[in-house]
T-cell receptor, first 112, second 112 residues
Framework: SQTIHQWPATLVQPVGSPLSLECTVEGTSNPNLYWYRQAAGRGLQLLFYSIGIGQISSEVPQNLSASRPQDRQFILSSKKLLLSDSGFYLC???????????FGQGTRLTVV | AQSVTQPDIHITVSEGASLELRCNYSYGATPYLFWYVQSPGQGLQLLLKYFSGDTLVQGIKGFEAEFKRSQSSFNLRKPSVHWSDAAEYFCAVWYNNNDMRFGAGTRLTVKP
């Protein structure tokens, strides 16, 4: 069966520090991968998606970047965090578009 | 513009009472529709999905949803709510691009 792992679960980082959140999927090949951000009391905002190694699409301009160095690995990064980067970050995968997405447990990022 | 609307930010029901959570979307073609549930601090779990066919779909945990094209709606229902159903519920729609768009969510409180 397929599983998705996301870490760390919580993270407190100072403003201006770098960020690296990692997500890996097991039990499937060539998944579509997604990074979402969920602000308090709001829905999910799609940040990045990837349909293959090295193929990253950004949905919103921001202080973050994403990379997909391996087929089942998706990384969310920032060189210098801003206070506004605080939030709950969710990684997800799907077999293809128009099918259900499966979510990791999320990372609670607090920038102080 | 493509959007997903959940009109109710917060709903409170008594345990054992019936539940209906509303979802409306804007889209010209037949959408791919989903309901997810999120417990505090957790990722999202898929409750059910609609792609085509029978407009009444059954999901996990006793939930069902009905797709009504004429109303652009996909409302979630449960005949008898349990205390463990207290959570946040998200409606989601796949649009033609690689973008699963989510509503802002409805928080469900269950009174004993």
């Amino acid at each position: 069966s397929q599983t998705i792992h996301q870490w760390p679960a919580t993270l407190v980082q100072p403003v201006g520090s770098p960020l690296s959140l990692e997500c890996t999927v097991e039990g499937t090949s060539n998944p579509n991968l997604y990074w979402y951000r969920q602000a308090a009391g709001r829905g999910l905002q799609l940040l990045f998606y990837s349909i293959g190694i090295g193929q990253i699409s950004s949905e919103v301009p921001q202080n973050l970047s994403a990379s997909r160095p391996q087929d089942r690995q998706f990384i969310l990064s920032s060189k210098k965090l801003l206070l506004s980067d605080s939030g709950f970050y969710l990684c997800a995968w799907s077999v293809r578009i128009h099918t259900e997405a499966f979510f990791g447990q999320g990372t609670r990022l607090t920038v102080v | 513009a493509q959007s997903v609307t959940q009109p109710d930010i917060h709903i409170t029901v008594s345990e054992g009472a019936s539940l209906e959570l509303r979802c409306n979307y804007s889209y010209g073609a037949t959408p791919y529709l989903f309901w997810y549930v999120q417990s505090p601090g957790q990722g999202l779990q898929l409750l059910l999905k609609y792609f085509s066919g029978d407009t009444l779909v059954q999901g996990i945990k006793g939930f069902e949803a009905e797709f009504k094209r004429s109303q652009s709606s996909f409302n979630l229902r449960k005949p008898s709510v349990h205390w463990s159903d207290a959570a946040e519920y998200f409606c989601a729609v796949w649009y033609n691009n690689n973008d699963m768009r989510f509503g802002a969510g409805t928080r469900l409180t269950v009174k004993p």
